[in-house]
Every structure is written in structure tokens, then in C-alpha cells.
């Protein structure tokens, strides 16, 4: 089949896979103060610092992750 008359279906398959999940994160004030003046900063979303700490973090402790899984 051609890319350019995929199926529809298709096309929410592939946005599913790629969305972002929503949370709600609470950071004590003097955190949420540097944030948001290293994103006016750098003019970097916070949204995208905070995924980068998360991933660093699950990186830091893959370790223990990977023994939980079968």
C-alpha cells in the first residue's frame, strides 16, 4: 500500500504510540522557582526539562528495574 493513501486507523495507531502521558507533578517552591527561570532562560519548556530528569533518573536505577522484569 502507498504512504500517501494509508489507512486512517493508521494514522491513530501511530499518534496513540506517541503521546504524551499527562501528570501531575508537586515540587516544593525554591524548585519550581529555578525552573521556571532556567525555561524563561533557555526558552526551554519545563515539561521538557522535567522528562529529561525523569529519563536520567529511570537511567540511574535501571539496575533495579531490570530485575523486576521476567
Not at 504512504?3 to 516544593?28: C, F
Not at 515539561?47 to 533495579?64: G, I, Q
Request: charged residues 25%; without cysteine.
Amino acid at each position: 500500500m502507498n504512504a500517501a493513501h494509508a489507512h486512517p486507523a493508521d494514522d491513530l495507531a501511530s499518534v496513540a504510540v506517541n503521546r504524551l502521558e499527562p501528570m501531575l507533578i508537586r515540587l516544593p517552591p525554591n524548585l519550581a522557582v529555578r525552573l521556571r527561570q532556567l525555561a524563561r532562560a533557555t526558552r526551554i519548556r519545563q515539561s521538557d526539562y522535567l522528562r529529561e530528569a525523569v529519563s536520567d533518573l529511570l537511567a540511574k536505577y535501571e539496575h533495579l528495574l531490570a530485575s523486576e522484569q521476567p
